[in-house]
């Protein structure tokens, strides 16, 4: 098995440095060829440097990198990375303008390659910690973006803008970045037919399934009017579900590391793993580990600052661009915050990886609905919001067919353009319905005051 | 693979014809010339259908082609004992315009389509024959369903899309429980000792495609049960419509598909039908009856003849609903695709006695996704161009039963094997079916009266 999908759950955000590569030439080489990258872009991080004089030695060959060539190495090393002065542009925008649908915009686009690199120094940090822990960093941190904002919605008190956002993200990863990494694999390996580990596929269809009985029981419940206590319940039983929920996770969790464990080595103090499997991923960690860990909190302290700009204008700019808040959340929010998994997912089919492609999609999609959304709602409880299960029934029905027709395509165990191409207009057909949904409660739903 | 498999899509009409034919005979495998004795049994000429035909015909090149006129009549008409029921066509118009009675009327009509209906699949297959594979295929895959196409154009131009949303899915319906779970059963008792076998495929491709017609079919329902669209009336048409071309398109991609991954399989018929041999160990009779322009011809005059008789058949249904106590819904669902369709069922039952359960499943499950994915979108984009304000809501309860049934059937499908057990619970969930029909108002139809013809 690939020695990529053995670290822990298949997240998404293993693609770290084969991005690097691929955006840049590829091959297989360094990313010291980054420096040339790195006088193209301007020196946009000024005011970024956090003093590193004596950074604890960890051992590897890079581990002397100075602020500048981490700098370098995290920051201009991805052509995606141009994006990264949006962010700053959205907050001078909002304080010079009230132009919202701007501010919205740009956040977006500046968390985008945040998104990206947060994902990398998580890998970067997995290296060190070896399977188990790095395994974990990878599960939870995996779709760490989608939940910074989802928590920042939570504090406004946006629940319906969090389980829609989160809905989209689900939706868009497992039709959307499946069905073109099955077409654009489908059609540069034309003649066979493509393979993928049906039984990975399985389980995690399996656990879509149940995240999808968990979300179906509170919004039955209210539609039936048939609670015990109008309103009360179904909190209960989505806190109660959650909780479940949570475990099966866990579960799932352990489950994958130990039926792995014995076929993954940590990394050793000389990168022994270098020269062990075929494939043209750079397996040395790049950064080292105290690095890893600072960039982790730079990342994620920049992701939120966005965040926070993010979910005060989605009002605003549903307004300016006349289209209904739960076409932002569910279809335009998931596609552009998605980019990075969705290139790489694409990616690794056309290089017949498509284990991996797999692993990025279906993986973050079972990881957002058994972990990102039943933790909202733990949050939820802790913070004293009301988000609940019961996802409304047009956006539970939508979620439940959306699984099943995945499972059912997934379920062979091969995959082909034609495949893809269902996948795709699957999504369209969703992504069109949404756009027709006028969501009652969405519409009425006023930002509260921050807690 | 059959022979028979590699023209385009399985569509359910390629298959019959000729076995049809040559079942209803003789069961065995004599060349079709044998109908001349036929012939004398039935006595009435369908003489409106004369038309001159010199003998100048392009000559196709194959045994039996130069078919004159009374050659063609014999092959066509008087080959299959199911003409007997043409009669009952003008029979029909006469008793239209005799008496008010509809009911008698609607069933005369029906009884009267249906052998037309076979015809016509007979023609399309001979003139897939000259054609070549490709556009064989696209002529299979149109013209597969083109009987209750034709019915539902009718209907839509009366107004009427209520009929054609319940017909086009009781087509559906009976084609996945009632003929698969026959010729699953039928197979099964047949062949006792060993499990049936087909391709596991072709079965969970067009198992993936009724599912993506229920998720295109779904969304407008419960968009509209939700009370969520964002301009009542507006919106579902809208999303409907846009769901319609996708639809379109990916069946369209569905047939490029399969033609892709059989072209190489398939080599076009030559001057003196070389493939002869090559298919022999089938009994069906794989050179074509009548000449390419033969084919034309009748395949003119049969959907001619269907059309005006589903004009008839559209504007009595109502009568008919009322004279028989039954409601539309019932009618459309049940009753007019089981008596449309005998055909078909009686070919998926023999193919499947005869251990070739892959036609069989192109007869029942690729007619399905015909419908599902080239019918309904169809419809729907025909009743834009006319104006017809017809959508892919199908109500709850129908798109329920659609969602439930696509389910069960992918279901029994996925494992590729067969057996009577099977085909006894296909058959028994389509009487589930059928009884919650039976018992079902459908609030739209009761007060949807005939529109003007425009």
Known sequence: MENKGQVGVQPHLEMGPLDDGAMHDHDDEC?????????????????????????????????????????????????????????????MVHKMSASNGWVFFLSLLGITPLAERLGYATEQLAFFTGPTVG??????????????????????????????????????????VLGWAFFCGGLVHYGKEQVFSKATAVVNSGLLLMAVMGLLF?????????????????????????CIMLLAYVAYLVFQLKSQKDTYVPVGEEGSLNGENDDDDDEAPEI????????????????????DYLVDTIQGASDAWNVPIAFISVILLPIIGNAAEHASAIMFAMKDKLDISLGVAIGSSTQISM???????????????????????????????????????????????????????????????????EDPSAADQSKQPKT
């Not at 080292?288 to 965040?307: F, G, P, Q």
């Open 218 to 242: 509170p919004a039955v419940l209210h539609y039936t009017h048939t609670e015990r206590q109008v309103g009360k319940s179904e909190l209960a039983l989505s806190r109660f579900s959650s």
């Open 288 to 307: 080292s580990k105290w690095e890893s860990v600072i960039w982790l909190a730079i990342m994620t302290a920049w992701i939120s600052i966005l965040s």
């Open 371 to 437: 972990f990102g959304i039943p933790f909202c709602v733990v949050i939820g409880w802790i913070m004293g919001q009301e988000m609940d299960l019961n996802f409304q029934l047009f956006e539970t029905a939508t979620l439940f067919i959306t699984v099943i027709v995945v499972a059912f395509f997934l379920q062979e165990g091969t995959s082909n353009y034609f495949k893809g191409l269902m996948l795709i207009l699957c999504y369209l057909i969703v992504a069109a319905s949404f756009f027709v949904h």
């Open 135 to 176: 395994g974990l960093l990878n599960a939870t941190f995996g779709n760490a973006t989608e939940l910074i904002i989802s928590i920042y919605a939570l504090k406004s008190g946006m629940t319906r803008v969090v389980q829609l956002s989160l809905l989209g993200s689900i939706l868009s990863n497992m039709l959307l």
């Open 31 to 91: 990313l010291y060829s980054s420096e040339m990258d790195a006088q193209k872009t301007n020196p946009i991080h000024s005011n970024q440097p956090v003093l590193f004089p004596d950074l604890p030695v960890g051992g590897n060959k890079m581990t002397r990198n100075g602020v500048y060539r981490s700098i370098k190495t995290v920051v201009f090393s991805n052509k995606l990375n141009l994006l990264m002065p949006f962010g700053p542009l959205a907050i």
